[in-house]
C-alpha cells in the first residue's frame, strides 16, 4: 500500500485548513502557492474534497475555501478514502475481489492480510486534522 501524491497533497492541503481556524476561508492560487502544488492539480483535489464533504467551497469575492466540517470530525482515513478510495494493502481483502481459491476465507494468508488491513483502518481512523494541526503548531514554534 502506497499512499498517491495527489492523496498527500490532499492532506497537506486539508492540514492547511484547518490550521487556517473554523470558518476561515483561502483562495485555491494561495494554496497552490503555500503548499508548493500545481495549481490544476490543487483545483482538481479540492473539487474531490468538496464532493467527498471534507472542505466547502464559496464563490465570489469573499469566496474560497474551508473545512466542510470540525477539524476534530475529520481522520486520516477519511482524506484517503475521498482521494484513493478504500485502504487495501491486497487485492483480496476486498470483499468483491474473486480468488482463485474456493473459499478466500480459509486462505491463511487472506485472514491475516485481512486483520492486518483493519488495524490500519483503525488506526487511520485515530488521527484527526485538529490533533495533526496543533502537532504542527508544536514544531513550528
Not at 492480510?113 to 488495524?119: D, F, G
Amino acid at each position: 500500500m502506497k499512499i498517491t501524491q495527489e492523496c498527500d497533497y490532499a492532506i497537506r492541503i486539508v492540514l492547511m485548513l484547518a490550521k487556517l481556524g473554523s470558518g476561515k476561508r483561502i483562495d485555491a492560487g494561495s494554496i497552490a502557492e503555500l503548499q508548493h502544488i500545481p495549481q490544476r492539480f490543487t483545483v482538481k483535489i479540492l473539487r474531490k474534497l468538496v464532493q467527498g464533504s471534507l472542505v466547502t467551497s464559496f464563490k465570489g469575492a469573499r469566496g474560497g475555501y474551508q473545512l466542510g466540517r470540525e477539524a476534530e470530525a475529520i481522520t486520516l482515513k477519511d482524506v484517503m478514502w475521498v482521494i484513493d478510495g478504500p485502504v487495501e494493502i491486497n487485492k483480496c481483502v476486498n470483499e468483491e475481489y474473486i480468488c482463485g481459491r474456493k473459499k478466500k476465507q480459509d486462505c491463511p494468508v487472506h485472514c491475516q492480510l485481512k486483520r492486518i488491513n483493519e488495524m490500519i483502518g483503525r488506526e487511520l481512523e485515530k488521527i484527526n486534522f485538529a490533533d495533526l494541526a496543533e502537532l504542527e503548531k508544536d514544531t513550528e514554534k
